[in-house]
Every structure is written in C-alpha cells, then in structure tokens.
C-alpha cells in the first residue's frame, strides 16, 4: 500500500489515475463532452422540425416499445397462451399491429431522409445506422412469422427452406426448428436491433437533426452545425 504524501495524496503508480478519476472519469468526462444534458435531452428545436416528415422517427421509437413490450409478454406467457386465451389473441394482436405500424412508420423515416441526403454535415454514421436497423427488423420480423406455430408460419418456412438451402445458410439458420427461430426472434435479433436504435438516437442527438436541403445555408443550420462539432 503507497504511503500519504504530505498532501495526504497516495504515492505510487496509481497517483495520477486516481486523482484522473481512472478510466471512468475518463468516459465519463467524454460522454458528457459529448452529450452534455442539454444536448442530450434539449427542450428546444430547429423551427424546420415542424415539419410532419420530423415525426416518423418519434414513431417508429414509439411503435418499437409497444413491439418489445408486447413480445416480452408473449415470450413469458408462451405459445399456447396466445393460441388459446383470449388475452393471450389481443396481445399477440397488438404486437402484430405494432409490427405494422413500426415498418410502416421505419420505411417513410428512411425515404424521408433519404431524399433529404441526411447524411450531410457528417451523418454518414447515423444514416448507416438506420438503414441496418431496417434490414435487421426485417429479419426479426421474418422469424416472427415462422414462431406463429400455425399453417401460416409452417407455409412460410417450407417455402423459405429451399430458398436459403440454395445460398448456403439453411445448415445454421434451419427456418424449420421453431426453437432456434424463436431465440433469433425473441433474444438475438431484439438485442441488436435494440443496440443499433440506442446508438442511431444516439448519433442524431450528437450530430442534431439534419436540415432541410434549401436552408443548409441559412441561420436554420447554425445549431446544426454547432452540434457537429
């Protein structure tokens, strides 16, 4: 143990790391560089976001929790339970409707932004981000079909065996064992998509809200550009 020097300070090797905060000072003082609490959750915006093309993305966060809500349930009640109850069948009906709702909403927020470019001003990141996020809810909407245990799920795995059979993933991704479809479903998939979505509003709280094209030039852009540095 390092003796007290006469500032009561520790001597040794790990006097500039305490003092330092060690490395969670170290994160910490970045991520708060980063994202101070203003910036992370500020309570004003550009006046261009009173456009209804802002809304999507609220919408499709907000139709991805009652998705991860309502499938947490189905996966704790079990596939029986949303066969034969009938508030097992309403749950299992608003996770199908907020499914719908969360594609819908995702594919206008894509092509919104991307005939807007918004991936100007140092958005490359944000804008990748997103687009992954669309192909991976796409697959975990896919397994969602093939964990239904009805004529549905069994029609759209006999067709889909042959189809991934062909291009050589059908030994480690077997559409017809509902026990490994229903942990891509309700584990893996979920996981990453839900890390993508966290790191995506990340990105957009710490790049701002990309402007329209016509007022990149204008007083409109300033934030934008201040919050990218």
């Known amino acids: 143990m390092s003796d007290p020097g006469e500032d009561g300070a520790a001597i040794g090797p790990y006097t500039n790391m305490s003092a330092a905060g060690g490395w969670t000072g170290a994160v910490r003082r970045r991520a708060v560089a980063a994202l101070p609490p203003d910036k992370l959750l500020p309570d004003t915006q550009p006046a261009y976001m009173a456009s209804w093309i802002y809304v999507f993305g609220v919408l499709t966060v907000a139709s991805l929790i009652v998705v991860l809500v309502t499938g947490g349930v189905l996966a704790l009640k079990g596939p029986a339970w949303w066969h034969v109850s009938g508030t097992g069948r309403y749950v299992n009906s ?78 480690f991704f077997n559409v017809l064992d509902f026990g490994q479809m229903l942990m891509w479903h309700i584990v893996l998939l979920p996981f990453v998509l839900g890390l993508l979505t966290v790191w995506h509003i990340l990105l957009v709280r ?21 919050a990218a540095r």
């Not at 796409?138 to 079909?145: H, K, L, M, P, V």
């Open 94 to 171: 608003l996770h199908l409707w907020g499914v719908e709702l969360f594609m819908f909403f995702m594919v206008i927020h894509l092509w919104g932004k991307f005939f807007m470019a918004a991936w100007r001003g140092r958005r490359a990141a944000t804008w990748i981000t997103g687009a992954v996020c669309f192909f991976t809810s796409i697959g975990t909407a896919f397994t969602g079909y093939l964990v239904q245990q009805n004529f549905d799920s069994q029609w759209i795995a006999g067709q889909a065996k042959d189809g991934l059979n062909s291009v050589g993933i059908g030994a």
């Open 206 to 226: 710490l790049r701002g809200i990309v402007p329209p094209i016509d007022a990149t030039t204008g007083p409109a852009d300033a934030t934008t550009r201040e």
